[in-house]
């Protein structure tokens, strides 16, 4: 082999390895885009999982205390239906005995205790009358309650995609890094197809755009 063709080869080979050189550093530099990418994903996904969990805590909250003040109501409202019952049944049997005035006093008690169960059944908001979720009479409480109720499964809804979107998230950065240190690209493949469906899951949870299998069917 003459000199000149060894050179030759060596030049050749040394292009070679440095194109390659160069192709590999090419490819660490998009999967640490990638990795940037799908890290700034995970942290947008964190957030709303955690606003979410917030949402659900604090509705499922003000549900319980609304029913526990539509219970205390319905309480009261029996109480007042009782008392009157009870008068009534009084009038009665010893109506007859009672003078006209003794009648009355306790014909205006009945009155009052059915007026006032009847603002138990329905009290609303003076300034919102027609605003079922304004108001303290048991039929605004129980709009109220199923109201929070709503809220609250809607944001458990959305807490499931977030929660599924940061696992996919981690998975996909761990795979992106093995990538890197073992230049392979059917594993940063991987990272970037779970990165995706990450992604659908983290939109799906602002949105719901769909039920996931076992969820509520809220949208």
């Known amino acids: 082999m003459e000199a000149t063709e060894a050179a030759e080869k060596i030049r050749e080979a040394a292009e070679q390895e440095r194109a390659e050189h160069e192709a590999i550093e090419r490819f660490r530099v998009r999967a640490a885009i990638i990795i940037a ?88 908001d003076p300034n919102e009358p027609d605003n079922p979720l304004k108001g303290e009479g048991k039929r605004e409480l129980s709009a109220q309650a199923r109201y929070w109720e709503n809220k609250r499964d809607h944001a458990e809804a959305q807490d499931r995609n977030f929660d599924y979107a940061q696992g996919l998230f981690q998975i996909a950065v761990v795979l992106g890094s093995v990538a890197i240190v073992a230049v392979s690209r059917p594993i940063l493949a991987l990272a970037v197809a779970l990165g995706g469906v990450a992604t659908l899951l983290m939109l799906n949870g602002f949105f719901l755009w769909f039920s996931l299998p076992g969820g509520n069917g809220l949208h």
């Not at 239906?81 to 049997?93: G, K, R």
């Open 37 to 124: 990418v799908l890290a700034g994903l995970l942290a947008i996904a964190s957030v709303g999982g955690e606003n979410a969990a917030k949402e659900m805590t604090n509705s499922n909250i003000r549900a319980s205390d609304t029913w526990a003040f539509y219970q205390a109501k319905n309480i009261r409202q029996t109480s007042n239906q009782l008392a009157a019952d009870a008068l009534e049944s009084m009038l009665l049997v010893n109506g007859a005995t009672l003078s006209e005035e003794a009648r009355q006093d306790i014909q205006r008690k009945i009155e009052r205790y059915r007026q006032t169960a009847a603002r138990y059944e329905s009290e609303p």
